[in-house]
């Protein structure tokens, strides 16, 4: 459970980071970053999942 737990808290930081990236780069970053979050399978954050979804979104 220690890594699932580790890769989700590693991808939540690299979603953080996105800010600084263009566009294009961006918006796939974070969408595969997500992908990691959503596969490492920790549960307590959807509320995480789905608001990055809509920060996301609103950028089309």
Known sequence: ???YTEASELAQR??????YLNDS???RS???LLKIYV???VR????FILEK???ISSYY
């Open 53 to 55: 979804l809509n920060v």
């Open 30 to 32: 974070h969408l595969r």
């Open 1 to 3: 459970m220690l890594a």
């Open 14 to 19: 690299g979603v953080e980071h996105c800010q």
């Open 44 to 47: 307590r954050d959807r509320t």
């Open 39 to 41: 596969m490492a399978g």
């Open 25 to 27: 780069l961006r918006v």
